[in-house]
């Protein structure tokens, strides 16, 4: 069967009526079709199989992976050169101007490609400052003994054989487990990337660091580890361990069975998780007084009733994905939703969740979800939640749109003016308000 390629944005969908590629394809590879059914479930992608073929619809993971015969593109809807400023801000990244005409001088760069190059930079600003160096222990025999003589090892081999001493000692290596974590990384980042120029620029940072350190093989325990264990010394690997762990879980879409690492074929990024990520950072920086709680926990919000839990399972919890507290009051609850609902209709689990959040909190009974939006014209919409008896209000729901181009804007901006400028954004969109409705003078890039 000959191959295809389709290309499609977040949150749209093809159907074999507007994709001749589509058209009476049929997954005839039963491993394919369990793949299809595996991107299905886990909700990276929507795969099904109609009478007139196959019918394609994209969440918010966005990436290119390879299904059987067909090669499924699914572009971000944020600009390029926003995405750019955005991601990094939200992986903690130093400037990246240099990326503009490699990264972006073709159209439909992927975005593994502007990660990678990402990871490029900051590895090559680590070598460019001195990689850093740890003692690693040993376990070695010596003619000259060093640290300490292995005396169990020594009786286990039967005393004596040659002239040499089995030793356990330490000595200052660049070839360490967090120096081998960015040199697998760096392998992974080489099998991945598409775009030419950064090709070049990963090999060429590949190559320097074969002469610091082997690879290791990653897995998401590991870098999750090396990510928690970064103090003082080692700070400044945060931002290559963070674009790693980015890269190794888009990367692991998992489509071989048995898995067997990163399956290559398939590259999906959560944009949803991102998005979390980068407005978790915005308000903890710019709500002061304020404190900003991620996934904070409602407690008391739900509960079995006392004999009527046969299975004694755990109360359910609810989760949103901020709490804004002063002091240990809560004064608002809000969750980040990578979905323009401004385009989109909001899904109804979407605002069960969100009035259940309101309901939670009598005192100020409004829940928010902050959505990104590229429309000029975008303003916040209210949902009250009404009393059927007595018709009157209970809590309400808004959906607050965070333009893209003024979030931009606002992280970019310096001089006076600029701290004030994030602050009043920032509360705007956890508290609401006429600031929030206000708009920049451009469309996103």
């Not at 060429?204 to 002469?211: D, E, K, L, N, V």
């Not at 009527?308 to 989760?319: E, G, I, M, Q, V």
């Amino acid at each position: 069967m000959s191959s295809s390629a389709i290309t499609l944005r977040e949150w749209e969908n093809r159907t074999p009526a507007q994709c001749a590629e589509l058209r009476g394809l049929v997954l005839e590879d039963p491993a394919v079709r369990q793949q299809a059914r595996r991107l299905t479930d886990a909700r990276k992608l929507l795969l099904h199989e109609m009478r007139d073929g196959l019918h394609v619809t994209a969440l918010s993971h966005v990436g290119r992976l390879r299904l059987g015969p067909l090669t499924i593109t699914v572009q971000p809807k944020i600009g390029p050169r926003d995405l750019l400023s955005l991601t990094h801000y939200a992986f903690g990244l130093r400037e990246a101007r240099w990326l503009e005409a490699a990264a972006y001088g073709s159209a439909g760069t992927l975005f593994q490609d502007l990660l990678i190059a990402q990871l490029a930079m900051e590895i090559r600003g680590l070598l460019d400052r001195g990689i850093r160096r740890a003692y690693v222990r040993r376990a070695e025999a010596l003619g000259s003994p060093r640290g300490r003589i292995a005396f169990d090892q020594l009786a286990r081999q039967g005393g004596l054989q040659r002239a040499e001493l089995p030793c356990i000692h330490h000595s200052l290596s660049s070839d360490h487990p967090l120096n081998q974590l960015l040199a697998g990384g760096l392998d992974l980042a080489l099998r991945m990337v598409v775009n030419r120029d950064i090709r070049k620029d990963v090999a060429i940072q590949q190559q320097r660091f074969s002469a610091v350190a082997r690879p290791a093989q990653l897995d998401a325990a590991t870098l999750a580890s090396a990510s928690r264990a970064l103090d003082r010394l080692t700070s400044d690997y945060g931002p290559a361990l963070t674009l790693l762990q980015a890269l190794h879980a888009a990367a692991f879409v998992d489509l071989d069975v048995p898995p067997r690492g990163p399956a290559l074929r398939g590259f999906l990024f959560d944009m949803n998780a991102f998005w979390q990520r980068l407005l978790q950072r915005f308000l903890s920086e710019n709500l002061a007084p304020f404190a900003v709680a991620p996934e904070h926990r409602l407690a008391g919000l739900m509960r079995y009733v006392p004999g009527h839990n046969p299975k004694r399972r755990s109360d359910p919890t609810s989760r949103p994905d901020y709490a804004v507290l002063q002091g240990r009051r809560v004064v608002a609850l809000l969750d980040a939703k990578y979905r323009d609902l401004w385009d989109k209709p909001l899904p109804a689990d979407m605002l069960y969740q969100l009035a259940l959040y309101a309901l939670s909190h009598p005192g100020a009974p409004t829940s928010a979800i902050l959505f990104p939006s590229t429309h000029a014209h975008a303003r916040p919409s209210r949902i009250e939640i009404r009393n059927p008896v007595t018709g009157s209000g209970m809590a309400w729901v808004e959906l607050r749109p965070v333009s893209i181009s003024r979030l931009v804007e606002t992280l970019n901006a310096t001089g006076q003016g600029a701290r004030a400028a994030r602050a009043g954004f920032a509360r705007s969109l956890a508290m609401g308000g006429p600031d929030a409705e206000k708009q920049p003078g451009r469309a996103a890039s």
